[in-house]
């Protein structure tokens, strides 16, 4: 085969690997989740309010548009969880959630499993407060490979602390759980 041969047959080859990739061939599309999901934790002499508005999922990665209204008696701050670990069960920060399969011949509870969001836009975390009928709007993001083999999820919100000043308030000062977390009623597949 020439060379002019040659470069023809190697650009045929590279466009055909595009169209595949473009028209099916590749990864999954990106996908958008319109919902209007309202959850209401009871907490700290009041509630906290989640209202999750989009999820998106693209392979290996996610992102929820939500808010959060703080309708409580005290200012709260929100703290991050670990990341997934198959061996040790961690309370779900914001981020996604879903439960394992069951195993067959094994009597075992079915936890929920989360998946952290790594990045906040604009930021909610520590050291940021929300105060006492304040709202925070914004999108949370994260990623993970289990995205691609588990199909049923759920929304977490949390780890959620009473806070004053410098420091967190004590256990006994408010009614509700302290440094808890939520998880949304309604589910969504990938």
Do not use: E
């Not at 061996?87 to 195993?103: H, K, S």
């Not at 009597?107 to 407060?129: D, E, G, H, K, Y």
């Not at 006492?132 to 490979?145: E, I, M």
């Not at 440094?179 to 309604?186: A, E, I, L, M, N």
């Amino acid at each position: 085969m020439s060379s002019p041969q040659r470069r023809r047959c190697a650009r045929v080859a590279v466009l055909a690997t595009v169209v595949l990739a473009v028209f099916g061939g590749g990864p999954a599309q990106a996908r958008t989740i319109r919902v209007n999901w309202t959850d209401s934790q009871p907490w700290g002499g009041g509630h906290v309010i989640y209202r999750t508005t989009k999820i998106w999922v693209h392979g290996s990665t996610f992102s929820v548009t939500a808010s959060v209204t703080n309708r409580s008696k005290y200012q709260i701050r929100f703290f991050p969880s670990g990341p997934y670990d198959p061996t040790r069960l961690r309370p779900p920060g914001f981020g996604i959630a879903f439960r394992p399969v069951a195993q067959h011949g094994v009597i075992q509870t079915r936890t929920l499993r989360s998946v952290p969001a790594r990045t906040f836009s604009p930021s909610l975390l520590f050291p940021r407060t929300l105060g006492v009928g304040k709202t925070w709007t914004g999108t949370f993001s994260g990623r993970s490979p289990l995205l691609r083999t588990h199909r049923t999820w759920w929304v977490t919100f949390g780890l959620v602390v009473p806070w004053k000043g410098k420091h967190a308030l004590s256990v006994s000062t408010i009614a509700g759980p302290h440094g808890s977390y939520w998880v949304s009623d309604k589910t969504f597949s990938t």
